[in-house]
Antibody, heavy 121, light 110 residues
Framework: QLQLQESGPGLVKPSETLSLTCTVSGGSISSSDYFWGWIRQPPGKGLEWIGSIYFSGTTFYNPSLKSRVTISVDTSKNQFSLKLTSVTAADTAVYYC?????????????WGRGTLVTVSS | QSALTQPASVSASPGQSITISCTGTSSDVGSYNLVSWYQQHPGKAPKLMIYEGSKRPSGISNRFSGSKSGNTASLTISGLQAEDEGDYYCCSYAGSGSVVFGGGTKLTVL
């Protein structure tokens, strides 16, 4: 059974860079059937798509975050990563990684448990 | 891209049916039959309930159904049960590889 697990610092200072990694286990990140995405949820609020990546490195980003976001993939480690620069308190959220169907289907069928990242000095 | 519009809350008694609307634009919901719906319980990750507008993943009860008319997608839950209580989010493809979520709807089973 494929699983996703987020990891990274739970506390980031304002103006610094948030870095998270999602490790995929029980399956290959190099499958042509899937994208791999990041979604976040501020406390008490709704879901926001951050961006997605294909195993080849092709990326898609939320236009509202594009200037601050980089998503990368390491197929040798079966991992993909998120970097969000110049963070503020508004970036405090639970960050989820998820598997997203490719082939013009676009839905998220498998999610990690999420990790809370707090932006505070 | 702007978030899709959902009602903040809906409520009904066990056994009844509810429908949650998800309104977008001609650039997202209206252009593609690619709306998905997710259920989220407190402190848990979202769970896929409906994809491609009306399809159910394996293991999802047929009490859950999806539809679309114009720029509005809908999720209907029939025969409400206590475990259906939670937050529901719609999500639509919005072109150029992007997706957009709705603001979420809190379902209360009275």
């Amino acid at each position: 059974q494929l699983q996703l697990q987020e990891s990274g610092p739970g506390l980031v200072k304002p103006s610094e860079t948030l870095s998270l990694t999602c490790t995929v286990s029980g399956g290959s990140i190099s499958s042509s059937d899937y994208f791999w995405g990041w979604i976040r949820q501020p406390p008490g609020k709704g879901l926001e798509w951050i961006g997605s990546i294909y195993f080849s490195g092709t990326t898609f980003y939320n236009p509202s975050l594009k200037s601050r976001v980089t998503i990368s993939v390491d197929t040798s480690k079966n991992q993909f990563s998120l970097k969000l620069t110049s963070v503020t308190a508004a970036d405090t959220a639970v960050y989820y990684c998820a598997r997203q169907l490719s082939g013009f289907r676009w839905y998220f069928d498998l999610w990690g448990r999420g990790t809370l990242v707090t932006v505070s000095s | 891209q702007s978030a899709l519009t959902q009602p903040a809350s809906v409520s009904a008694s066990p056994g009844q049916s509810i429908t949650i609307s998800c309104t977008g634009t001609s650039s997202d919901v209206g252009s593609y039959n690619l709306v998905s719906w997710y259920q989220q319980h407190p402190g848990k990750a979202p769970k896929l309930m409906i994809y491609e507008g009306s399809k159910r993943p394996s293991g999802i009860s047929n009490r859950f159904s999806g539809s679309k008319s114009g720029n509005t997608a809908s999720l209907t839950i029939s025969g409400l049960q206590a475990e259906d209580e939670g937050d529901y989010y719609c999500c639509s493809y919005a072109g150029s590889g992007s997706v957009v979520f709705g603001g979420g709807t809190k379902l209360t089973v009275l």
